[in-house]
């Protein structure tokens, strides 16, 4: 599978959401499963459904349809934020914030379920900083 990279650097491809897009009813369910045990989130399992950060609004989790930062991309026609020009965004950094719990939790999380439901989460501001660096240059 592409990796597919979010406006804020998350990895979309990785996340339980995109996974679940596939309609597996059974991915779907980890998915919901995972994001309560895990985030505290109460999900519907059905709603475990996720095009890409740069999907249509209707094919995007529900939650990240009015992130700002991913509204500016798709208006600018960018795939992420690494192909913008400006430096210190606030919606940019608003966006990347929402994952800075995530190292604190990824701690306490089995092999798998660190694959799953952290892995995708880590590391978005590096990996924007990186393809903006080679997008640059």
Not at 18 to 25: C, D, H, V, W
Not at 75 to 97: I, M, R
Request: net charge positive.
């Amino acid at each position: 599978m592409a990796r597919m990279m979010a406006a804020c650097g998350v990895l979309c491809s990785g996340c339980a959401a995109y996974l679940g897009r596939t309609g597996n009813p059974a991915d779907r369910e980890r998915g919901a499963a995972g994001w309560h045990r895990i985030y505290g989130l109460n999900e519907k399992p059905e709603n475990m459904s996720c095009g890409g950060c740069q999907s249509p609004d209707e094919e995007v989790f529900h939650t990240c349809r009015a992130c700002r930062a991913r509204l500016c991309c798709r208006s600018k026609g960018f795939a992420n934020c690494a192909e913008c020009e400006v430096k210190t965004c606030p919606d940019l950094k608003k966006a990347q914030s929402g994952w800075d719990g995530v190292p604190e939790i990824a701690k306490t999380l089995s092999r798998d379920d660190f694959v799953l439901f952290a892995q995708p989460y880590l590391g978005h501001r590096r990996r924007l900083a990186a393809a903006r660096a080679r997008r640059h240059h």
